[in-house]
């Protein structure tokens, strides 16, 4: 049987993840210059949004467990650098969402991710 991955692993899948869902939408959804294109990206992916789409769905009881316990597991993996422009409670609560993220991607649980992200949608279109 094969380890379980650390936190910053299940981000590293996460990001890739939740970008894929992201740009996806804004692809299907919006006919723009790519420039523009990046500049909706960042209301989903940057790091401030994540931790602010976890908070948001942790306060609503949204998340299994399962969920909150890999969140946790990327939150609290404290390897690696965070990015000058972003406070470190901020750095690790985005890289614990991508963990979540990651854990399902893992998992094949597609379903779940689709859930989510139509929440998250959700929230951002009522901005």
Known sequence: MAAEPSGRTLAFLGDVTWSYYV??????????????????AVRYESAKAQAEFYRILH???FFTEEEEEA???GRNDHTGTVPK?????????STGFEALIGSLELRQNRERIETIWHKVRTLKEGD
Do not use: A
């Not at 740009?23 to 299907?28: C, F, I, K, S």
């Not at 422009?85 to 609560?93: D, F, H, L, S």
């Open 59 to 61: 306060e609503e009881g």
């Open 23 to 40: 740009r996806r939408y804004l692809v299907e959804t919006m006919h723009t210059r790519g420039s523009d294109l990046q500049k909706h």
């Open 71 to 73: 969140y946790r597991r």
């Open 85 to 93: 422009n972003t406070p470190v409670q901020v750095y690790r609560c």
